[in-house]
């Protein structure tokens, strides 16, 4: 089955600076990659996704770029504020198509004012 | 809409005891999810139901089962609770026209 590794577990960064979160996967075949925010006491919500045939997707201050050839992406939040501070996850579908998305183990992002 | 709904918030359990996590949403999804979040592990899907009528396991099914009770609700079963299921249960839908899960709030499970 698909594997996904999500570096790094932790992360603090100084407002207004920006953020960077890399996942790996392992199934070639996946071809659906969502990233998901989890704020404390909540369940995660998706905030930008992407898909094989695109490279990056933009979203305001959020960004994703896709390396398929290397099997890496990567999220990019720029001039973070501290409503930022929450829990990562990003994900990725394997070859079980759509219906199935294996996560990553999350990445806590502190965002100091 | 309310989107996911998850009952109970909260739940404490004995070794051996049995209890139902029920869950229901209101956006006409056929696919649905149960998951688990542990500390350092993410979500790790239990079981999930394409439509209804159907489910299929996931990552981590033992010491689970499920129902489709129809297309709103997707019950997740404990028959023997044990210590390793103490956990935070999220159930899941998902949108078949832009492939996102919508979480409902998650359960607080203690077994003891």
């Known amino acids: 089955g698909e594997n996904v590794e999500q570096h790094p577990s932790t992360l603090s960064v100084q407002e207004g600076d920006s953020a960077v979160i890399k996942c790996t996967y392992s199934?070639?075949?996946?071809?659906?990659f969502p990233w998901y925010k989890q704020e404390l006491g909540k369940g995660p919500q998706l905030i930008i996704d992407i898909r094989s045939n695109v490279g990056e997707k933009k979203d305001q201050r959020i960004a994703v770029t896709l390396n398929k050839t290397a099997k890496h992406f990567s999220l990019h939040i720029t001039e973070t504020q501290p409503e930022d501070s929450a829990v990562y996850f990003c994900?990725?579908?394997?070859?079980?198509?759509?219906?199935?998305?294996?996560f990553g183990t999350g990445t806590k992002l502190q965002v100091i004012p | 809409n309310a989107g996911v709904t998850q009952t109970p918030k909260f739940q404490v359990l004995k070794t051996g005891q049995s209890m139902t996590l029920q869950c229901a949403q209101d956006m006409n999804h056929n696919s649905m999810y149960w998951y688990r979040q542990d500390p350092g592990m993410g979500l790790r899907l239990i079981y999930y139901?394409?439509?209804?009528?159907?489910?299929d396991k996931g990552e981590v099914p033992n010491g689970y089962n499920v129902s489709r009770l129809n297309k709103r609700e997707f019950s997740l079963r404990l028959e023997s609770a044990a210590p390793s299921q103490t956990s935070v249960y999220f159930c899941?839908?998902?949108?078949?026209?832009?492939?996102?899960?919508?979480f409902g709030p998650g359960t607080r499970l203690t077994v003891l």
């Open positions: 899941a839908s998902r949108s078949s026209s832009t492939d996102t899960q919508y």
């Open positions: 139901s394409a439509s209804e009528g159907t489910t």
């Open positions: 199934d070639s075949a996946s071809n659906y």
């Open positions: 994900a990725a579908t394997g070859s079980g198509g759509y219906q199935k998305v294996t």
